[in-house]
């Protein structure tokens, strides 16, 4: 089986490392790469010692060869028309998320897959984690009893390299006429917000939708888009999901998650260290696993797929919800400008706003909007 990497700096590195050290035991051939910024990849030595031919375009590179299965791992505003490239080729896809900027974006995707009958699979590891599955099993089963509130929070400080990076699309809404609306609930902490869409999803190959959307949106960075948000999310059946986050913040919380339902609350903490742990009314406790246990588990099930003519569990359908979500936010919800006299500079060349750490750390666990800190 063929592999072509689109895209090998960046997040695309790590599909380089896979690809290098895993490929014969897979049985796979690494087939190119396309990349038109490769000079910059800090791998490049590695790629070209490996002996992998590279090419700016992916037309170029389909001139040459072809390829069992494309991995697309470029900035969001490129995901669809890439996708459908590859497909157009012959290609199955492994695209990185998040899935596109916009819902009529998501729509030619998932129209092209069927036109084509080659999936396109979204790369939020969870999903394919066993951790997740296992207990989306137990959520599907009603093992857990109805949802109640499932929470999540992340305190990710950045930097002002990191909207700076590659062609300087982070943080923005939109550039030339095209949709990016790149914020920290749409890129950096997606999988976060798509995980509790994926696990209220009414079976496995589904996620939730969101039907009304409140909450706060701001920044303090130099961007158009926002760069904190505390989020209300109800779903389309009346569920409640909550998201904090920030990129603004002096100090680091790694992601976590409380999610509550009838029966068990589900914790999980990565600054902990803790597996995936349900504590049931009845006493019972439950272990599910590590969900970065298994992160590549995405490229290699798609590889399964691909030989047992199969679907991966999380495709453009799967994904689609948290594209609506992102979408709704920017359509609904205000972003608003920390005030000028809270915002300092750190040691990382970057920004926080003053006593952001502790309201947004305070609103998770009250289930709160900033707004509603006093």
Same mark, same amino acid.
């Given at each position: 089986?063929?592999?072509?990497?689109?895209?090998?700096?960046?997040?695309?590195?790590?599909?380089?490392?896979?690809?290098?050290?895993?490929?014969?035991?897979?049985?796979?051939?690494?087939?190119?790469?396309?990349?038109?910024?490769?000079?910059?990849?800090?791998?490049?030595?590695?790629? /070209?010692?490996?002996?992998?031919?590279?090419?700016?375009?992916?037309?170029?590179?389909?001139?040459?060869?072809?390829?069992?299965?494309?991995?697309?791992?470029?900035?969001?505003?490129?995901?669809?028309?890439?996708?459908?490239?590859?497909?157009?080729?012959?290609?199955?896809?492994?695209?990185?998320?998040?899935?596109?900027?916009?819902?009529?974006?998501?729509?030619?995707?998932?129209?092209?897959?069927?036109?084509?009958?080659?999936?396109?699979?979204?790369?939020?590891?969870?999903?394919?984690?066993?951790?997740?599955?296992?207990?989306?099993?137990?959520? /599907?089963?009603?093992?857990?009893?109805?949802?109640?509130?499932?929470?999540?929070?992340?305190?990710?400080?950045?930097?002002?390299?990191?909207?700076?990076?590659?062609?300087?699309?982070?943080?923005?809404?939109?550039?030339?006429?095209?949709?990016?609306?790149?914020?920290?609930?749409?890129?950096?902490?997606?999988?976060?917000?798509?995980?509790?869409?994926?696990?209220?999803?009414?079976?496995?190959?589904?996620?939730?939708?969101?039907?009304?959307?409140?909450?706060?949106?701001?920044?303090?960075?130099?961007?158009?888009?926002?760069?904190?948000?505390?989020?209300?999310?109800?779903?389309?059946?009346?569920?409640?999901?909550?998201?904090?986050?920030?990129?603004?913040?002096?100090?680091?919380?790694?992601?976590?998650?409380?999610?509550?339902?009838?029966?068990?609350?589900?914790?999980?903490?990565?600054?902990?260290?803790?597996?995936?742990?349900?504590?049931?009314?009845?006493?019972?406790?439950?272990?599910?696993?590590?969900?970065?246990?298994?992160?590549?588990?995405?490229?290699?099930?798609?590889?399964?797929?691909?030989?047992?003519?199969?679907?991966?569990?999380?495709?453009?359908?799967?994904?689609?919800?948290?594209?609506?979500?992102?979408?709704?936010?920017?359509?609904?919800?205000?972003?608003?400008?920390?005030?000028?006299?809270?915002?300092?500079?750190?040691?990382?060349?970057?920004?926080?706003?003053?006593?952001?750490?502790?309201?947004?750390?305070?609103?998770?666990?009250?289930?709160?909007?900033?707004?509603?800190?006093?």
């Amino acid at each position: 089986m063929k592999i072509l990497l689109v895209g090998a700096g960046g997040y695309g590195s790590l599909y380089v490392h896979q690809l290098l050290e895993h490929s014969a035991e897979h049985n796979v051939v690494w087939e190119g790469v396309v990349d038109p910024y490769f000079d910059a990849c800090t791998d490049k030595e590695k790629i /070209l010692q490996a002996g992998i031919p590279v090419y700016d375009t992916m037309e170029a590179f389909y001139n040459a060869h072809t390829a069992d299965l494309a991995v697309i791992c470029t900035p969001p505003f490129l995901h669809c028309k890439q996708s459908i490239c590859a497909l157009e080729h012959g290609s199955y896809v492994l695209c990185e998320k998040p899935l596109a900027p916009t819902p009529e974006e998501a729509e030619l995707m998932r129209a092209a897959e069927k036109k084509h009958n080659k999936f396109i699979a979204i790369g939020y590891q969870w999903s394919f984690s066993a951790a997740i599955r296992a207990l989306k099993e137990d959520v /599907l089963s009603g093992k857990l009893g109805a949802p109640v509130l499932l929470k999540t929070l992340v305190c990710w400080p950045r930097n002002r390299a990191y909207y700076a990076r590659g062609t300087g699309w982070g943080g923005k809404i939109s550039r030339d006429g095209v949709m990016i609306l790149d914020s920290v609930a749409s890129n950096a902490c997606a999988h976060y917000v798509h995980n509790m869409l994926f696990l209220l999803g009414k079976d496995m190959e589904s996620a939730a939708e969101a039907a009304e959307v409140t909450g706060d949106c701001l920044r303090a960075n130099d961007i158009e888009n926002f760069d904190t948000c505390t989020l209300r999310i109800q779903t389309t059946v009346g569920d409640t999901l909550y998201f904090a986050a920030s990129h603004a913040t002096e100090k680091v919380r790694e992601p976590e998650f409380i999610y509550r339902f009838e029966n068990a609350e589900v914790r999980f903490s990565e600054a902990e260290g803790s597996q995936i742990t349900a504590y049931f009314k009845n006493g019972e406790v439950k272990t599910y696993g590590n969900p970065f246990a298994d992160t590549f588990r995405k490229l290699w099930d798609c590889v399964a797929a691909i030989r047992s003519e199969e679907t991966p569990i999380c495709t453009v359908k799967t994904a689609t919800p948290h594209t609506k979500l992102i979408n709704m936010i920017y359509r609904t919800l205000p972003i608003q400008a920390f005030p000028a006299d809270q915002i300092l500079e750190n040691d990382n060349n970057g920004l926080f706003v003053k006593n952001l750490f502790e309201n947004i750390c305070t609103a998770y666990d009250r289930g709160a909007l900033l707004s509603e800190i006093k």
